[in-house]
């Protein structure tokens, strides 16, 4: 069993800690536990919880009458919730769930289903993408068991990386991009997704994938001359300086464009170096690889 803080639930759901606090008090629904110096704790099953209250709450549900659903009617409520986005973040929730509970056969039949239904870009758009933002949180806060991160993230990978083997088409994008993830970030699945997204635009990828040394990037940049690097950054190890990964950047790349994404670069403030731009959410690397065409 996963101990969940009620940051996390709060990172997960989107209810602010406040809110879940109140509802403890006021309702039946939520019944954490506590730490010997009375920090609460949640369980899996209070997780689960929490992701199903607070998609009805957002989707028009009332509180007050959610609390006197039984978990059948929690259930039928939740599988009759028509609007696509709430479907999506339903299948999101699902995931998160079987991620937490070890059940790796269903976190696999909801991704192999959602292809066969939707294909692999609205698969990875709509469910893989988001998914991946909520649980890099954990990453980050180490409220993850790593099993449990290897186990969901190789079988994500498996599925890009098929998907990204499959791709054919007539696009042509007169760009060769460099991609890669600097020393100590190795969360690659970003990455995958994005060469998926430029290769079935036409563009000419070469993947160097995760924890590259900066003299390594150095050699191949000088080698091959890349019109574009990109790299995607998720949860990297407490030591990393994001500053100075910037100077060391900008020192073998000075006259390659640069585009960085990721978790890392969402609440960054400071001015990058000139060739760098930063992407901070998925909508603007989109936009971006949109342009290329």
Same mark, same amino acid.
């Given at each position: 069993?996963?101990?969940?803080?009620?940051?996390?639930?709060?990172?997960? *759901?989107? =209810?602010?800690?406040?809110?879940?606090?109140?509802?403890?008090?006021?309702?039946?629904?939520?019944?954490?536990?506590?730490?010997?110096?009375?920090?609460?704790?949640?369980?899996?099953?209070?997780?689960?919880?929490?992701?199903?209250?607070?998609?009805?709450?957002?989707?028009?549900?009332?509180?007050?009458? =959610?609390?006197?659903?039984?978990?059948?009617?929690?259930?039928?409520?939740?599988?009759?919730?028509?609007?696509?986005?709430?479907?999506?973040?339903?299948?999101?929730?699902?995931?998160?769930?079987?991620?937490?509970?070890?059940?790796?056969?269903?976190?696999?039949?909801?991704?192999?289903?959602?292809?066969?239904?939707?294909?692999?870009?609205?698969?990875?758009?709509?469910?893989?993408?988001?998914?991946?933002?909520?649980?890099?949180?954990?990453?980050?806060?180490?409220?993850?068991?790593?099993?449990?991160?290897?186990?969901?993230?190789?079988?994500?990978?498996?599925?890009?990386?098929?998907?990204?083997?499959?791709?054919?088409?007539?696009?042509?994008?007169?760009?060769?991009?460099?991609?890669?993830?600097?020393?100590?970030?190795?969360?690659?699945?970003?990455?995958?997704?994005?060469?998926?997204?430029?290769?079935?635009?036409?563009?000419?990828?070469?993947?160097?994938?995760?924890?590259?040394?900066?003299?390594?990037?150095?050699?191949?940049?000088?080698?091959?001359?890349?019109?574009? =690097?990109?790299?995607?950054?998720?949860?990297?190890?407490?030591?990393?300086?994001?500053?100075?990964?910037?100077?060391?950047?900008?020192?073998?790349?000075?006259?390659?464009?640069?585009?960085?994404?990721?978790?890392?670069?969402?609440?960054?403030?400071?001015?990058?170096?000139?060739?760098?731009?930063?992407?901070? *959410?998925?909508?603007?690397?989109?936009?971006?690889?949109?342009?290329?065409?």
């Amino acid at each position: 069993m996963n101990a969940f803080t009620i940051k996390d639930l709060e990172n997960l *759901s989107g =209810i602010k800690a406040h809110t879940i606090r109140i509802w403890e008090q006021r309702y039946a629904f939520l019944k954490p536990q506590r730490t010997q110096t009375n920090i609460r704790y949640y369980s899996n099953e209070e997780l689960k919880v929490i992701l199903n209250i607070a998609l009805l709450n957002k989707y028009g549900f009332k509180i007050s009458h =959610i609390d006197k659903m039984d978990n059948g009617d929690l259930l039928e409520k939740i599988l009759s919730l028509n609007q696509l986005q709430a479907q999506y973040e339903r299948t999101v929730n699902e995931m998160i769930g079987y991620m937490a509970d070890l059940d790796m056969d269903a976190f696999e039949s909801v991704l192999s289903n959602y292809i066969a239904s939707r294909g692999i870009e609205k698969t990875i758009t709509q469910i893989i993408f988001p998914f991946l933002e909520k649980i890099g949180i954990l990453w980050i806060t180490n409220h993850i068991n790593p099993a449990q991160e290897h186990l969901v993230t190789n079988i994500i990978r498996q599925k890009l990386i098929v998907g990204i083997e499959s791709i054919g088409t007539h696009l042509v994008v007169n760009k060769n991009i460099l991609m890669f993830l600097p020393e100590g970030e190795h969360h690659e699945l970003g990455l995958l997704f994005i060469y998926y997204l430029l290769k079935s635009r036409g563009a000419r990828v070469w993947y160097l994938g995760a924890n590259v040394p900066m003299k390594d990037l150095d050699f191949v940049i000088k080698a091959k001359k890349p019109d574009l =690097i990109f790299t995607h950054l998720t949860a990297l190890a407490n030591n990393f300086n994001f500053d100075k990964f910037l100077t060391r950047l900008e020192m073998v790349t000075p006259n390659t464009p640069v585009i960085l994404s990721g978790q890392v670069t969402s609440n960054y403030k400071k001015k990058t170096p000139g060739n760098v731009e930063l992407k901070k *959410s998925l909508p603007e690397v989109m936009e971006f690889i949109a342009g290329l065409l």
